[in-house]
């Protein structure tokens, strides 16, 4: 029990997946924020994080631009004077009294005249800061009603009342350099230091690994096992298509389709990987595929992690069917259907009217019924958990199941993290494309790129502007889609401007696509919510903001959102911190456009230890762990793994490991 937690908070915690003490416990920190000591305003740095302990000088003015409520104000200390600016804060007008001190904290940017100044800096009282001074606070993914204060103080009462045995014995956990998991656990919440941060955040980052990596095994174990009653027949539908297309097969394709081909014959059941770079032309295989299904008189099904992605494979499939009189009859399942149509093709798939189901999650629910399923494609697979991959697969009898993705992991990693799929490797790209136009560029480049901005937008093209979060607040110091766009509208009066994010519900985010796919909207502001899946070859200039905060690969995928036309295309990484070690990794996407070369350069760039202000790399979405910083963790997590599925551990330890590995979150793996 809980003190302090009624009905109501229960309920908060319920929109979070939290129904009991330990879930609670295993809602890990989404960030940190290391409350520096405060510094005189004369040794400020721009680029940095930073807290100065100041007097306000004169009264704080309002003015309105745009749409905008702005207030600036000035403070001083023994050393200089710093000019402040906030957004949609006239209250703070009261706070601001002249001659008041206060611990103002933010990111340091350049004026004129070498003037430092600080954009929606936050404030404290001088003693509120000089408690948090030298201390890493955690802020975690909530839900509004429920503060970081509020969570923090639940997690403090379940630490004390919870054990945490731990299921790794020690000469493990000693030959791994691993902490006990009740220690993992306080350090994890309440950080000392860093280094226990540190410490907490590689025990469960290697349990998280660890329990993956024994599923995966076991999985491939059982899929070695499995066959198919009926394996499929060579048809010639799948040549004909094949020659009837207006472009040639590359190289890799071909080889890469007959190794799909010739899988789809056998007795064994396909468990095959396509990995292939963005543009390399995955998809036409999968058409294929699906195609020698329908022509086998069977039925396969493709399934895509958006709604947006689904729907635009659905439009292609269908197009190309009418175009070369294919023996397909292809369906859209997704979760914004109405409950008559979801009904309608429930009802189409399951007497085999349909042969091709194209949708989301929405295909693996227990609803659908399928006549005759032989085939399950899955498009950028690592967005799927574990298990709804399984499920899926289970609704044929031993389903072939062909696995596509674009995001590119050096190979080291690939034989840990994909060891139940045979990989094909699509590492040919089709000649008639332009390169993109890189350049990495500093926020003084700023006024330039909205200029740039503008002028394709006036020769009739699109852009894609990319923040690290959704709202202020999230994380010091980096630019967030609802106020940047704001912003982004009052610098570029006439341009048709729209946010884009992952909050918003399904129907919203493709009515905005949409939009855009139709030249209703010239720039979209986005988070990585467009990384995978959005087609819109007008579409000719990308601009990351904060680009520093996100991995290479990650870059590399949304910079594949570009140049899909026949238009030159751009894309104009902008760093926040000026730092000379991001742009040697931000330079790595100028010498290159080979995803697999950057996968393996962000491997090397980002090592062990490089743990915090760097994004998700965007491929397996682990809790805590993310495979480029943490590949040694993961890479020693799959020899224990290895060693466990062997016999050559504790006999109960495989079991202890399965158990462990419930509390963790594949929804996202």
């Known amino acids: ?17 939290i129904d009991t003490a330990g879930q609670l416990a295993c809602h890990f920190p989404r960030s940190y924020e290391h409350y520096e000591p405060v510094v005189p305003i004369a040794g400020l740095v721009p680029g940095t994080v930073a807290a100065v302990s100041a007097c306000v000088i004169g009264t704080p003015s309002v003015v309105r631009a745009g749409g905008l409520s702005i207030i600036h104000a000035v403070v001083g200390d023994a050393t200089g004077r710093m000019r402040l600016t906030w957004f949609h804060m006239p209250y703070l007008k009261k706070v601001l009294q002249p001659g008041t001190v206060h611990v103002f904290r933010g990111t340091v940017k350049s004026g004129a005249k070498n003037a430092v100044l600080m954009e929606h800096p936050k404030m404290f009282q001088v003693q509120e800061y000089g408690a948090l001074a030298g201390s890493w606070q955690p802020g975690y993914a909530l839900t509004p009603g429920l503060s970081d204060r509020m969570f923090l103080k639940c997690v403090r009462q379940v630490l004390d009342q919870l054990d945490f045995p731990d299921y790794l014995p020690r000469e493990e956990r000693e030959r791994y350099r691993l902490i006990p998991l009740a220690q993992a656990m306080e350090g994890i919440h309440f950080p000392k230091d860093e280094s226990a941060l540190k410490a907490a955040r590689r025990r469960l980052v290697f349990d998280e690994f660890l329990a993956f990596l024994v599923q995966i095994r076991r999985q491939k174990a059982e899929n070695d096992r499995l066959l198919v009653d009926r394996p499929l027949i060579r048809t010639r539908e799948t040549d004909d298509l094949i020659a009837a297309l207006p472009y040639s097969l590359t190289g890799a394709q071909k080889r890469v389709w007959g190794e799909i081909e010739e899988d789809l014959q056998r007795h064994g059941a396909m468990n095959r990987l396509v990995q292939g770079d963005v543009g390399s032309g995955k998809t036409i295989l999968a058409f294929l595929a699906l195609l020698m299904c329908a022509a086998n008189g069977r039925q396969g099904c493709l399934m895509a992690p958006t709604e947006v992605l689904a729907s635009q494979h659905y439009e292609a499939l269908q197009e190309l069917t009418e175009r070369y009189g294919l023996c397909i009859r292809p369906a859209l399942l997704t979760g914004s259907l109405t409950a008559a149509q979801k009904r309608k093709v429930r009802e189409q798939i399951a007497s085999g009217s349909v042969n091709v189901a194209i949708g989301t999650h929405a295909l693996i629910q227990e609803k659908v019924i399928w006549q005759d399923l032989a085939l399950v494609v899955t498009d950028e697979q690592h967005r799927f958990g574990v298990r709804q991959r399984e499920d899926l697969a289970g609704k044929g009898e031993s389903a072939h199941v062909l696995v596509m993705s674009a995001t590119p992991i050096p190979r080291t990693l690939a034989i840990v993290l994909y060891g139940d799929l045979h990989v094909s490797l699509l590492d040919e790209m089709p000649k008639n494309r332009l390169p993109i136009k890189n350049c990495v560029v500093d926020p003084g480049f700023r006024k330039k790129a909205y200029a740039f901005l503008q002028a394709r937008v006036e020769a009739g093209e699109q852009a894609y502007v990319i923040c690290p979060m959704v709202e202020e607040g999230e994380m010091e110091g980096v630019e967030n889609v609802l106020d940047y766009s704001e912003k982004l509208k009052a610098a570029l009066p006439g341009v048709r401007i729209s946010p884009l994010h992952g909050k918003m519900k399904a129907a919203e985010k493709q009515r905005i696509m949409d939009d855009f796919a139709a030249r209703r909207l010239d720039v979209l502001v986005s988070t990585t919510v467009i990384e995978v899946g959005i087609n819109v070859p007008n579409a000719t200039v990308m601009l990351v903001e904060n680009a520093e905060r996100f991995g290479l ?59 915090f202000g760097i994004r998700q790399s965007g491929a397996l979405e682990f809790s805590l762990g993310d495979i480029y910083q943490d590949s040694d963790v993961l890479l020693e997590a799959g020899e224990l793994a290895d060693r466990i599925l062997n016999g050559e551990t504790d006999p109960g330890l495989e079991e202890a490991v399965t158990k462990s590995g419930r509390r963790i979150d594949y929804r996202t793996i």
């Open 1 to 17: 029990m809980i003190k302090g937690v009624g009905a109501k908070t229960t309920a908060l915690f319920s929109k979070l997946h």
């Open 553 to 611: 690969a990650q870059l590399h995928q949304l910079r594949g959102r570009v140049g899909r036309g026949k238009k030159q295309s751009y894309c104009i990484f902008m760093t926040g911190d000026g730092s000379g070690k991001n742009n040697r990794r931000l330079d790595v996407l100028n010498r290159s456009n080979d995803g697999f070369f950057i996968a393996a350069e962000d491997l090397k760039l980002r090592g062990p230890g490089d743990l």
